[in-house]
Every structure is written in structure tokens, then in C-alpha cells.
């Protein structure tokens, strides 16, 4: 592994706002924010009280949104920036990227946004249900093969998980350069009958573009797909969605088409730098 990776890996164990694959976390996380903006630190995460949703508090509750397979966290920051009031959370399994966000956090004193090195299938192990308001899913990896299509972030099995801690009415919000998860993600919307909030194959191309969706992220600047549009989505996971139906999404999906000249470059494995 390379010098400037372990640096990082080292700096984000000694940061207060990045947390490895912590333990009891779920109902804590307004508790959480609210040590990070003031002390004490170290945090105990053992002490920090449990908000469960439906109990009053004396205190607010402030909404929590997630930033899954954040990169190096771009709209996690720069959604804190916009909504002080507001806490944010960006997961990713890669600490080396995470790092940069957390350090800009850091060097900026955002005290509403943090991070969380996990597998986004392990989610569930770190909210309770109803703690998130929203998630941001952003130039995620499309993986285009038909046998990787259970990895796709938008597919219902991560649905499935992303419910049980989402509030009824939450947003998921998808950006993404590949046409071929825009597709993909619209036609599992449409099967399982979703509520579709806005859609747009040219999100820049838009008048009056909400300023939450002119964030950049990294991924975003390397236009690794070559479509030059952006797309977004807004929806709500707002249905059942019975395991029975994932076999006619089987189906629909093996008709789509994969050309070369969009997202077929990732599979080709052009990889960016860190
Ligand atoms: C293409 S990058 C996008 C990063 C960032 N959102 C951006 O737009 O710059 C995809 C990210 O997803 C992360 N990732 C992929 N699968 C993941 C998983 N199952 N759990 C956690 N992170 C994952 C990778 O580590 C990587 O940082």
C-alpha cells in the first residue's frame, strides 16, 4: 500500500468526525452531531444518548441525510455548508477518500457533517428505523454487467435496505453520467410503482436548477461515461416492494442495451486516480 494512502488511513483514526465501522450507533446519531459541534472528545460513542423516533425530546431533532458510496463526501460538505441545521453523513468503504472530505470539514469547522467507513450493505446496522430524512446517491459505479445488477445502488434490494431506516416520504436522490443507471433506475421506479419527484437527462441543461443538484462531485469532473449530461432523480421509496418482482426487473434489464461509447468505458476498467 502506498506511503500517502496509510498517512491518510492513519489521520482518519485520530479524527473525531469519521467513524470506522462503529458499533451501537443506531438512534445516536443527533446525540453524536451534538458532541461534535461542542465536546466533550474524545466522543464515547457508548454514552451518547438514543433519539427514538416518535418520542418527544427536549431538544430538536435535526433532520439526517446520507450521502451513500460518498467518494471523497463533496455533497455530504457541501450540503452542510448549505443547511447548517442540518446534520449529514457521508458513507463509503474507502477511508483514503474519505479522508478529504473529513479533512476539509475539519479545516473549514463544519461540525454537521461526518463520516462512516462501512460497506453501504451494512447500513442497517448503524440507524434505527425512521433516523434518515433524505439520501444522496451520487455518480455511484453503474455496474453495467447483468450479473452485477444486484450491486447497482438503486437496485431493490438496496431499496429494501434503505427502508427500513428512512422516514415514510424520505428522498433518494440519484445523480449519475450513466444513461444505463438512469434506466435502470427509472424502470425500477416504474415497476414497483414508486413516487417519482423530478426527472431530468440533462439536469444542467434545466432552468432554475435546485443549487442541492449543482454540487460537483469528483467522479463528476472525470465524465467517465462521455454522455456530457448529467442525470437526476428524485424519489420516494414509498411502496412495498415484493422480492417476487425482481425477476421481471431480470427481465426488463437483459433488454437494455450497453453501448461502447457511454458507460461501456468503466467496464473496460479506466480507472481515475485517487
Ligand atoms: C464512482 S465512485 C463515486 C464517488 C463520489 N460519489 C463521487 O461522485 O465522486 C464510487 C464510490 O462508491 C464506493 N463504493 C462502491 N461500492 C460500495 C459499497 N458497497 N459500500 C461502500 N462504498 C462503496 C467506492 O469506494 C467509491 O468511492
Redesign the pocket.
Given at each position: 500500500m502506498g506511503q500517502k494512502k496509510l498517512i491518510k488511513f492513519a489521520a482518519i483514526k485520530e479524527y473525531e468526525n469519521v467513524l470506522e465501522y462503529p458499533q451501537g450507533m443506531p438512534g445516536k446519531w443527533n446525540s453524536f452531531f451534538e458532541n461534535l459541534a461542542i465536546g466533550p472528545y474524545p466522543i464515547s460513542l457508548d454514552d451518547l444518548a438514543v433519539v427514538k423516533s416518535h418520542t418527544p425530546t427536549q431538544t430538536p431533532v435535526k433532520p439526517l441525510t446520507l450521502?451513500?458510496?460518498?467518494?471523497?463526501?463533496?455533497?455530504a460538505v457541501g450540503l452542510a455548508r448549505m443547511f447548517p441545521d442540518q446534520n449529514f453523513l457521508g458513507?463509503?468503504?474507502?477511508g483514503n477518500?474519505i479522508w478529504k472530505g473529513a479533512s476539509i470539514a475539519n479545516k473549514e469547522v463544519i461540525k454537521n457533517v461526518a463520516f462512516v467507513r462501512?460497506?453501504?450493505?451494512?447500513a442497517i446496522q448503524y440507524f434505527s428505523k425512521e433516523e434518515v430524512n433524505e439520501i444522496w446517491?451520487?455518480?455511484?459505479?453503474p455496474q453495467l454487467r447483468l450479473s452485477k445488477a444486484k450491486?447497482r445502488?438503486t437496485h431493490p434490494q438496496f431499496l429494501r435496505l434503505y427502508q427500513q431506516f428512512l422516514k415514510p416520504g424520505g428522498s433518494v436522490h440519484l445523480?449519475t453520467d450513466s444513461p444505463n443507471l438512469f434506466e435502470f433506475t427509472m424502470a425500477v421506479i416504474k415497476l414497483f410503482d414508486l413516487t417519482l419527484v423530478k426527472q431530468s437527462e440533462d439536469i444542467y441543461g434545466e432552468q432554475n436548477i435546485d443549487p442541492r443538484c449543482a454540487i460537483k462531485?469528483?467522479?463528476?469532473?472525470?465524465n467517465?461515461a462521455g454522455s456530457n449530461r448529467i442525470h437526476y432523480i428524485e424519489f420516494k421509496i414509498d411502496k412495498e416492494l415484493p422480492k417476487a418482482k425482481d425477476e421481471i426487473l431480470k427481465e426488463i434489464i437483459a433488454a437494455f442495451e450497453v453501448t461502447e461509447t457511454h458507460d461501456a468505458k468503466r467496464e473496460r476498467g479506466i480507472k481515475?486516480i485517487n
Open positions: 450521502e451513500l458510496a460518498c467518494g471523497r463526501g463533496e455533497y458513507l463509503d468503504v474507502k477518500r462501512t460497506q453501504i450493505e451494512q446517491i451520487t455518480f455511484p459505479d450491486k445502488l445523480k462531485t469528483y467522479y463528476e469532473g472525470l467517465i481515475p
